[in-house]
């Protein structure tokens, strides 16, 4: 068997799977962007878009990765003057810290190893050596299967007065994400991860502070411009059409099961996957306190890299997960298992991974791996 688009279990770490309704909702001839039809189509978005993000803010949909809602961000927000924080502990860290030095001039980047937690005290130091206007961390670290315990960092934030601004690109409708509570003052979504839409939207929330802090920075991705618009049901440029006709429906989708519903969804089916890696013999790669609910991150048992596995599951069963990320490329596989992702995505993919594990003979307990997915269903 080879891969099969059709009809493949399909667990990489965003893009997601796609619901039917979603994929026909984008088979619709042209239409005008500027016509009342599709005025109606922003404006169902607009109005869903607090589903989403869980908080009422000042919300943009903008047409590009979910990278291009981080430039959106960091170039309109961070300072020209005093200092912005990064903080970073994978490679999206990493990668915010590129952009931010685009545009700010002076930064101050916090690390810790890849998988491992925030360093929570590293980065209250930071914030009381004064002037930091800006803080950017991201929420779940996708490369390294990671949830950052943003709790922890929120006071110190707040007390700064500092804008805290959240990659949540893998983390909305993924994991809780309580924008209020923690004081955030931006937060990017990524349309393909936790919305389980396609691929090529940025959804972008501000703060009231933060909307009224944008400076300019790009022209295309001017945040001010899109708020303007979204305001009127608009775009301010040719918007990607049939990605946002997606959108729509996703969101629609996801309003029936409700945030809350998409959360604990995703909590189960995490912790199902993280009892049937145990039971594989098999070891998670962050430190399994801040383990992610939306991504599993597993280190290749000793012998077996990714021709013997990863490639093996999408050889021989159709099944598709991802591997690791710059420095982990052939040590960690990753399964994504958030958006619409569901049990039998976890049932096929275990058992597929039991046979393989058996065929090398590194299989401790057949069927445990299954039995641990089946103890948790509902
Ligand atoms: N940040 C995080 C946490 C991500 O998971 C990703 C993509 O996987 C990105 C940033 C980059 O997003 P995109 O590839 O949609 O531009």
């Known amino acids: 068997m080879t891969f099969d688009p059709e009809t493949a279990t399909f667990l990489i770490a965003g893009p997601v799977r796609i ?7 984008m088979a619709t001839p042209s239409l005008n962007h500027r016509g009342e039809f599709f005025h109606g189509v922003v404006q169902e978005i607009r109005e869903l878009l607090p589903v989403a993000f869980g908080a009422k803010g000042r919300q943009a949909v903008l047409s590009g990765s979910g ?5 959106a961000v960091y170039a309109g927000l961070v300072p020209k003057d005093g200092t912005t924080v990064v903080v970073a502990n994978g490679n999206f860290g ?10 700010a001039s002076h930064v101050v980047t916090v690390r810790a190893p890849w998988g491992k937690g925030l360093p929570v005290e ?13 803080v950017c961390v991201v929420h779940n670290e996708t490369s390294v299967g990671l949830a950052n315990d943003l709790a922890a960092i929120a006071p110190h934030v707040r007390h700064a007065g500092a804008l805290f601004l959240v990659d949540g690109i893998s983390a909305v409708a993924g994991i809780p994400l309580p924008i209020e509570a923690w004081g955030v003052d931006a937060v990017v979504a990524g349309s393909q991860k936790g919305l389980a839409a396609p ?7 501000l703060s009231e502070r933060a909307a009224a802090a944008l400076h300019p920075g790009t022209y295309y991705l001017d945040l001010a411009a899109h708020l303007a618009s979204l305001e009127k049901n608009d775009t ?17 989708l996801l309003r029936e099961e409700g945030l809350e519903g998409r959360l604990a969804r995703t909590r189960r089916l995490a912790e199902a996957a993280r009892a049937a890696v145990a039971a594989l013999g098999l070891e998670l790669f962050p430190d399994p306190r801040f383990a992610s609910d939306t991504v599993t991150a597993v280190r290749n048992p000793s012998g077996l890299g990714d021709p013997q596995l990863r490639k093996a599951l999408e050889r021989e069963y159709n099944v598709l997960v991802q591997g690791g990320q710059g420095s982990l490329v052939g040590q960690i596989f990753r399964l994504g298992h958030m958006g619409i992702a569901d049990w039998p995505d976890l049932l096929v993919t275990f058992a597929a991974l039991e046979r393989i594990l058996g065929k090398h003979g590194r299989l401790p307990r057949p069927g445990a791996a299954m039995t641990e997915v089946v103890a948790r269903m509902p």
């Open 199 to 205: 691929a090529g939207l940025a959804l972008v929330h």
């Open 94 to 103: 990493d990668r915010t810290d590129a952009i931010v030095r685009r545009y």
């Open 19 to 25: 619901h039917p309704r979603v994929l026909r909702a």
């Open 67 to 71: 990278t291009a809602g981080l430039e």
């Open 236 to 252: 301010p440029w040719t918007p990607a059409v049939p990605l946002f006709l997606a959108l729509r429906e996703a969101l629609v």
């Open 122 to 134: 590293e980065v209250r130091a930071a914030l009381e050596a004064g002037d930091v206007r800006a």
